[in-house]
């Protein structure tokens, strides 16, 4: 009999209660992250375009900017994901027109700028939060003052697509009309048929809706153009069970952190308070990365890397940041599992060698 234990991947349902109705207040939802970024970075004065992000970042947050004509620039992340207030003080130096922050992995990283960033844009300075890591936490706007906000939703449950973008100030954001068909599409039937291949094990199954999952990937990155978040995604949206998802995920960490005690791997947050909801569980391996992340494929459980280094980072930003790009790596904690779930995945990693 077919028992399906994989652990990390895409995934293969939303997590839908019938009687719940999100909704984001001012927001314009999109089929990604990146097109709700894109909205508002064509929504700010184009005069001077310079944008300031952070150096640990992911390529799709720096393409909007880039298709765009601007100028970019990077700020210095610590090895507690925390910005290094001397490098970013002196890029601000130069006066950029807009900075990105980023909270990462749920858990609130820019307290230490936000004085340094609330002077910036005093001076005239946009700020753009990305808050697609700390979305499910408590007090998810963790820069009270940004004047946009992003997001990108699928990267909390198995909705088809989906992102959206909000304008905190006086600044009305486009509402793309045509959605991304083809990305959608083939990102739902993917869904569907991984369900069926987690009941039955069928192999042909499964390297179906890793080449939809390849496929739409593939699409993304190639098109640059703005689109509204499908029907069935926004509809999938509207009734995810956010309760369930943050109580599991808390739960989820909770668990690893108390359990993982393989001498490789070091917990970046080792303490989880009342208002976090992790995106995932990362840590620090200085040694054996890749290895380990074979011997764990090798037994079904996919360990992502957030992220590769995007190609825009200037030569000193790789320099500077090498160290988080080179050691770090996500373990799975997502609602689709139990801590009983996650007990093999664990052993194994304590186990590893």
């Not at 905190?168 to 569907?192: G, Q, W, Y």
């Not at 005690?261 to 054996?288: A, G, H, W």
Request: charged letters at 25%.
């Amino acid at each position: 009999m077919f028992v399906f234990d994989e652990i990390g991947s895409e995934y293969w349902k939303a997590d839908i209660k019938d009687n719940v109705e999100n909704k984001i207040e001012g927001a314009v939802f999109t089929a990604s992250g990146r097109s709700a970024q894109a909205l508002i970075v064509k929504s700010i004065d184009q005069k001077k375009k310079k944008a300031l992000l952070p150096a640990y970042t992911c390529q799709h947050i720096v393409e909007p900017f880039t298709w765009n004509g601007w100028c970019v620039d990077f700020y210095d992340i610590d090895d507690h994901l925390e910005v290094k207030k001397d490098s970013l003080i002196s890029k601000l130096a130069d006066n950029p027109s807009c900075v990105v922050v980023q909270s990462y992995y749920g858990f609130n990283t820019i307290k230490s700028m936000i004085q340094i960033i609330s002077e910036a844009q005093r001076d005239g300075c946009t700020v753009i939060e990305d808050v697609t890591h700390c979305f499910l936490s408590e007090f998810h706007n963790f820069y009270p003052n940004a004047d946009f906000r992003f997001c990108s939703l699928r990267k909390w449950s198995g909705i088809s697509d989906g992102g959206y973008a909000v304008s905190c100030c006086d600044i009305e954001l486009e509402k793309p009309t045509v959605s991304m068909d083809k990305f959608f599409t083939e990102r739902h039937a993917a869904r569907n048929i991984k369900a069926i291949y987690k009941d039955t094990g069928n192999s042909k199954l499964k390297e179906e809706y890793l080449r939809l999952y390849s496929s739409s990937e593939k699409f993304l990155d190639s098109d640059i153009g703005l689109y509204s978040m499908s029907v069935c995604g926004y509809e999938d949206f509207k009734h995810l069970d956010f309760d369930f998802i943050k109580c599991q995920r808390r739960e989820n960490y909770y668990y690893i952190l108390k359990n993982l005690k393989s001498k490789y791997v070091r917990p970046i947050f080792e303490t989880l308070n009342d208002v976090i909801v992790p995106i995932t569980f990362p840590v620090f391996m200085f040694e054996k990365r890749q290895e380990l992340r074979q011997y764990l494929i090798d037994n079904r459980i996919y360990c992502s890397i957030h992220w590769p280094q995007p190609i825009q980072l200037t030569d000193e930003a790789k320099h500077n940041n090498s160290n988080i790009y080179n050691t770090i790596m996500s373990i799975p904690c997502d609602q689709r599992y139990t801590p009983n779930m996650l007990e093999r995945m664990v052993s194994l990693i304590n186990r590893f060698e």
